[in-house]
């Protein structure tokens, strides 16, 4: 739903404002207190190395959105898939939701060290694994509860209608899973690039955002180190728009899973 | 033939656990064509399972119920009735005539019929010109009348009703009571209606039956004649207040005085 410009004027300037009042404050704290790059650099110490460094930046962040995606597609597609067993099979369900819930709970970026031990050390299949897997469940989880949580006056309609479980599916528990999914990407999409980034913590080729951050922390070029950082800010960003506004153009109406009474 | 049989029906959830309840026992009820008959009575009385016994949404534990005279599976796969519950339950990521389009696109219509048929059921409830709104955007009662037209789709000669106007304010309500009147009257359908407001059943109803919970079972039947061409005048009508007293107590427990309260024997 579109809003005036005023009224979007006002939900903007608050955080825009902050923003800027503390970028002011980073940077002039760094100079008043004479604070040392490899401590803490300045904002504009970072732009500079960000724009110096934009076609290795955007390098690294090619090949980290790219396992964030892969992984994000994948991840989705079985989720979705595994959901639509689950609502059909009881059994299933039982066996597998105190799993996926549980498996939310554990640090699973673990996993990617045993992934790399199976694969070359310059695959990028462990990672795109991982991502796979962290998103997966976020998927699993969200939809299966859309197919499952239908209101039971739909269900009594339905009944009364004479519908077979197959009608009830396409036409109820899929519909109502719907704003469910796209609640599930909106949470998968930034946390397939962060997953993305911890993966390249544990090894394997060093071409991504996130081993060059450590990289760079390394060598104490901490100004370049925090370029990265702001590069993988802005690809987080952009999955987490781009799942927003993916719901946009294919919700009817406007009305969210939260909207729902 | 009748269009609601229910004879010696008892229904009983969690049957021989700890927590078994008698939601019903033995109950007998017969509902004449063009009927509208109401089931009030306070919460636990059984009204409600009642009402899903006769839709076969429930399955009786003892005793027959028979819709239309088939048994009341058959008459449900036959989509014999229509139904309509307390929340208007459309489904909201379909317009309002894609709601009432559903149930016929369930029984095989195809999209010119559905859609003529969606037009004439939207005139029956004056909602013509919000066939292409989204549930959501339309009010409380423009919803419920919209449940309604879908109720009534099929062209069923029930129609099932689970306290539907529970859910509106007192204008709301009288203005949609009248509406319901308007349309039975219109469309001849017999109506099997829940409710727990007395004025309300002794409004719409030819009959009130009665019901009292723990076992729940019908302690008494008033039969209501208020005539055709029910308005404002009906409910300030000493006869209106009367039958309401009846009801009253009747649901107290305190034998009515004057005719139409029969105690089912037991």
Same mark, same amino acid.
């Given at each position: ?11 903007? =300037? ?11 404050? %980073? ?6 207190? !004479? ?11 970072? =732009? ?9 930046? %955007? ?161 104490? !070029? ?36 939260? !909207?729902?009474? | ?22 939601? &019903? ?13 109401? &089931? ?16 076969? &949404? ?51 219509? @195809? ?7 969606? &037009? ?11 066939? @292409? ?35 509106? @304010? ?60 029910? @308005? ?35």
């Amino acid at each position: 739903m579109s809003r005036p410009p005023s009224s979007v004027f006002r939900v903007l =300037w608050p955080p825009v404002v902050f923003g800027i009042a503390f970028l002011l404050l %980073w940077e002039t704290a760094v100079k008043a207190f !004479d604070l040392k790059p490899y401590f803490l650099p300045a904002p504009s110490q970072v =732009w500079q190395q960000f724009r110096d460094n934009l076609d290795l930046i %955007w390098e690294a962040a090619s090949v980290s959105g790219a396992n964030a995606l892969i992984g994000l597609l994948v991840g989705t597609a079985l989720g979705v898939a595994m959901s639509f067993a689950l609502a059909r099979y009881r059994l299933l369900n039982d066996l597998m939701s105190p799993l996926a819930v549980a498996l939310n709970a554990v640090p699973i970026f673990v996993l990617v060290a045993v992934f790399n031990n199976m694969f070359s050390i310059t695959s990028e299949v462990p990672r795109r694994l991982m991502v796979t897997l962290v998103v997966y469940f976020i998927v699993l989880v969200n939809v299966a509860r859309g197919l499952r949580e239908v209101s039971p006056t739909h269900l009594e309609l339905m009944r009364s209608y004479a519908a077979s479980e197959a009608a009830v599916l396409r036409k109820v528990r899929v519909p109502n899973a719907v704003p469910y999914l796209f609640t599930a990407l909106k949470i998968a999409a930034p946390a397939s690039v962060i997953t993305a980034f911890v993966s390249e913590y544990f090894g394997g080729s060093q071409n991504g955002l996130g081993s060059r951050i450590v990289g760079n922390i390394s060598i104490s !070029d901490n100004a370049a180190a925090w370029a990265y950082v702001l590069g993988a800010c802005l690809l987080g960003l952009t999955f987490y728009l781009a799942a927003v506004a993916l719901e946009g153009a294919l919700t009817p109406g406007g009305k969210r899973a939260e !909207d729902r009474a | 033939m009748s269009a609601v049989e229910i004879s010696r029906v008892s229904k009983s959830f969690n049957a021989g656990r700890a927590d078994a309840v008698d939601a &019903l026992v033995d109950i007998d009820l017969t509902i004449e064509p063009g009927e509208v008959v109401s &089931l009030i009575g306070p919460s636990g009385c059984g009204k409600s399972t009642a009402l899903r016994l006769i839709a076969n &949404l429930l399955e009786p534990t003892r005793g027959e119920v028979l819709v239309n005279g088939k048994p009341a599976r058959q008459a449900r796969l036959d989509q014999d009735y229509g139904m309509a519950f307390q929340q208007a339950g459309l489904f909201d990521w379909r317009s309002v005539a894609q709601n009432i389009e559903l149930p016929l696109e369930l029984k095989g219509w @195809d999209k010119a019929r559905r859609r003529q048929r969606t &037009l004439e059921v939207l005139e029956l409830v004056k909602l013509p010109e919000f066939a @292409d709104h989204l549930p959501w955007q339309l009010s409380g009662g423009m919803q419920q009348r919209v449940a309604i037209a879908r109720a009534l789709a099929v062209h069923p000669p029930l129609l099932l009703m689970d306290e539907p106007f529970g859910a509106l @304010d007192e204008m709301t309500r009288e203005h949609m009571q009248d509406e319901l009147l308007r349309i039975c009257g219109e469309t001849s359908t017999t109506v099997v209606f829940v409710t727990h407001s007395i004025p309300e059943a002794v409004y719409l109803s030819t009959r009130v039956v009665v019901m009292s919970p723990r076992p729940g079972r019908i302690t008494g039947t008033i039969d209501v004649d208020l005539g055709t061409g029910r @308005d404002v005048e009906t409910r300030e009508a000493t006869t209106f207040f009367e039958k309401v007293t009846e009801v009253r107590e009747a649901l107290r427990g305190i034998p009515a005085t004057g005719s139409g309260v029969e105690a089912v024997d037991r």
